[in-house]
């Protein structure tokens, strides 16, 4: 879940995201990160929403908090694992992105390993 938002490669598209998505639909519009955007995150991918404010933080200098839910109008970053999404397969996540916030589905949870 935490590499759909590691940006790093040139799609052919000119969007950056790993892994590689196998459909990419463009909308109009982009998020932006702000000091006040919170990543919301349920007991079953907290780990991961602090595993990725640590990621962005030396990037941004935010420290986003991590909540199990958001203030109405804020900005955020959801991340959920979403049963209803095995048709993609082992590996298959779903990442929303408007001018709210982003949404990142994954099908199941992953183990992450840092390397220093």
Avoid: C, Q
């Avoid at 079953?44 to 990725?52: A, I």
């Amino acid at each position: 879940m935490l590499a759909t938002v590691v940006l790093a490669l040139a799609l052919d598209s000119g969007f950056a995201v790993i892994p590689r998505p196998v459909r990419l639909t463009p909308h109009p519009g982009a998020f932006t990160l702000t000091s006040a955007t919170v990543i919301v995150a349920d007991r079953s991918t907290r780990e991961l929403g602090d595993m990725l404010g640590d990621y962005l933080f030396p990037a941004t200098g935010f420290r986003l908090a991590v909540r199990p839910t958001a203030l109405a109008g804020g900005r955020v970053i959801s991340l959920r694992l979403d049963s209803t999404l095995t048709r993609l397969g082992d590996e298959g996540y779903r990442l929303e992105v408007g001018p709210a916030g982003v949404s990142i589905r994954d099908v199941l949870p992953r183990k992450s390993y840092m390397v220093d």
